[in-house]
């Protein structure tokens, strides 16, 4: 069998995720612990238990789903699981791409990812900016609704995941009517 894997970005992450796994397989909690002693943050119970908001601000969701990603691909490997031909990842899966590939290391991932999560959650002051994704109308659609939405703001298109699955990002006002004129 061939195959390729590819990891998350931010966003797939909730609250108890990997619970299920974590009951059967310490090596979930162990590289949670790995990661928790490099960012001085207890990052598995942030998970486990939240809160939401805590765990979906970007310093402490990057960390915790290359974390994630890490986790699951140890216990595939424990299980025997045989390498794919191929790795990627979307976003911050990319980091979490060259760990599992053995071309960088967790503990040092972990640093790389918490100063660039840093950079980028003080990039855009609380509340000022926001993200969402839009779901069904084509890519071209979503840039017309971004670009009569902004009315002196900024919002646009920041991710082509796929056809029909946009994410738009900017200013928060700008964003909720993007978002309204995508609805109607």
Known sequence: MVFACVFPGQGAQSVGMLSVLASTDSIVQQTFAEAS?????????????GPEETLNQTMNTQPAMLSAGVSVWRCWKARGGQNPVIMAGHSLG????LVCSGALEFQ???GLVQTRARLMQAAVPEGAGAMAAILGLPDDDVQAICAASAMGEIVAAVNLNAPGQVVIAGHATA????LAAAKD
């Open 175 to 178: 964003v909720k009517r993007a």
């Open 37 to 49: 002693n490099v960012l001085d943050l207890d990052l598995w119970r942030l998970c486990s238990e």
């Open 108 to 110: 040092h991932a972990v």
């Open 94 to 97: 990319e980091y979490t791409a």
